[in-house]
């Protein structure tokens, strides 16, 4: 292994997978930090926690391990995978977990980039932005738990480290890879602007001998051609048999896709009264989907205003743990009974499902959509799997992600 990733939940593993599987890498996504080794043909290991939510100590430690880990595998070069609209609370977890893993690695300085130029994400003057507005303008600023309400993400970062913030501002990355790793500071966390593709492979020129990286999947974007490797799409086997489709994430690019997709399928929604009050069951929902015509959407994405009620009456954990346990448990149930093609929506959602169904390594193929893989899970059959960001895929994902799992994506 060459490079390994530590990605704060499983649909940004499978982005940054993506990107690397793309740039040229063997590349394949572990599920936590795994007991055994990794396969040799892997050159990109992506280990998926989920840790983008959940308490700091318990972040900060389980990073550590799956960086131990990935260090015994032969990665010489660490990627800490945040959200490209840089999810977090002011308690963490991103800050937190770059202290710690730059302690582990004796890193004096590391690089912070979470610009996704595809995907609308770029990063100026230290400010994130989602196409042409501010992050805290983008919607981000009404996400169920980690709300964005400031885009300058020296500010950001500083709130949740100990370290010193640097920042290296698009005029000098303009100017290329020379004069990026001039201006880096010799130490600290160094936030470095990036507009454009372009501005992220001169990046990956200058950060080639750093041991740390932070960022979205861009990051990665100018990292493969470090190791001589030449970009290629992933190989894929077609996966059919029944689908499904299963909604958690509550963004506005998912409603839409929601909206989308209920117009043409079979669909349930659950609402946290139905898991909280009305003990709605895993096995109700099982037998419901799996007697439909054609492959169902279950979902609980819903408007700001009711995630904001409903947590308001049960608390956030609360109703998360609740909607995500259902998903797990349905997921696992649904699998169990014929389910081959599952495309899932929202990262915590995604990290909920994965865990339910003990999936340990998933096969990056090619993408359905910029930032998503399909994936491979191979148990007693292959399961064809899409785990989708919240924000990612046009509003025909879902119908399109299920149909090129059965052929060719
Ligand atoms: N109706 C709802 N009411 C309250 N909370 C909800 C509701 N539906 C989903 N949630 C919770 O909101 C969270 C959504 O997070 P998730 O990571 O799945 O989506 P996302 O943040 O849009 O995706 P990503 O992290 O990939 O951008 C989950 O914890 C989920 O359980
Ligand atoms: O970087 C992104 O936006 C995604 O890969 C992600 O992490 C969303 O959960």
Redesign the pocket.
């Known amino acids: 292994m060459k490079i390994g990733v530590i990605a704060d939940?499983f649909?940004?593993a499978s982005d940054i997978a993506l990107t690397l599987a793309e740039g040229g890498m063997r590349t394949a996504q572990f599920i936590g930090v795994p007991d055994a080794p990794a396969p040799s043909v892997i050159k990109a290991g992506v280990v998926a926690l989920k840790t983008?939510t959940c308490p700091v100590d318990e972040a900060v430690e389980t990073s550590r391990a799956a960086c131990d880990w990935l260090i015994d595998q032969g990665a010489t070069q660490i990627i800490f995978k945040v959200?490209s609209?840089f999810?977090s609370t002011d308690s963490g977890n991103i800050g937190p977990v770059l202290d710690a893993l730059a302690e582990r690695l004796n890193a004096p300085r590391t690089i912070t980039c979470p610009a996704f130029p595809e995907n609308g994400r770029s990063v100026y003057q230290g400010h994130l932005f989602v196409n042409d507005t501010l992050l805290n303008e983008s919607g981000m600023q009404d996400?169920?738990?980690t709300p964005m309400r400031d885009a300058d993400l020296r500010r950001v970062l500083a709130r949740q480290s100990q370290q010193e913030i640097g920042h290296v501002p698009a005029l000098t990355v303009l100017q290329g890879a020379d004069a990026i790793k001039t201006a880096l500071p010799a130490t600290g966390h160094i936030i470095v602007d990036a507009i454009s593709d372009e501005n992220l492979m001169e990046i990956g020129k200058a950060v080639q001998d750093e041991v740390l990286l932070c960022g979205g999947s861009g990051i990665a974007l100018g990292l493969p051609v470090n190791f001589g490797v030449s970009p290629g799409s992933p190989d894929w086997q077609a996966i059919t048999g029944p689908g499904a489709v299963l909604s958690?994430?509550?963004?506005i690019a998912?409603r839409a896709q929601v909206t989308r997709f209920k117009a043409k399928a079979p669909h349930r929604e659950?609402?946290?009264e139905d898991v909280l009050d009305h003990g709605l069951s895993a096995t109700d929902l099982a037998d419901w989907a799996l007697a439909q015509p054609s492959a169902p959407l279950i979902y609980?994405?819903?408007d700001p205003e009711?995630?904001r009620a409903?947590?308001d009456k049960y608390g956030q954990d609360t109703?998360?743990q609740a909607?995500?346990a259902l998903f797990s448990d349905l997921a696992k149930t649904l699998v169990a009974n014929g389910i081959s093609r599952l495309v899932v929506?929202?990262?915590?959602?995604?990290g909920a499902v994965v865990s339910g169904l003990n999936a340990t390594m998933l096969q990056i193929g090619p993408r359905l959509a910029a930032g998503v893989p399909a994936l491979r899970l191979e148990q007693d059959r292959p399961i064809a799997f899409a785990l989708?960001?919240?924000?990612f895929g046009d509003e025909d994902f879902f119908a399109s992600a299920l149909a090129r799992m059965e052929g060719t994506p």
Request: proline share 3%.
């Open positions: 939940d649909t940004g983008r959200c609209t999810d996400h169920p738990l958690g994430s509550c963004s998912t659950i609402t946290a609980s994405s819903a009711i995630v409903a947590q109703v998360a909607i995500e929506a929202g990262g915590e959602t995604s989708k960001s919240g924000n």
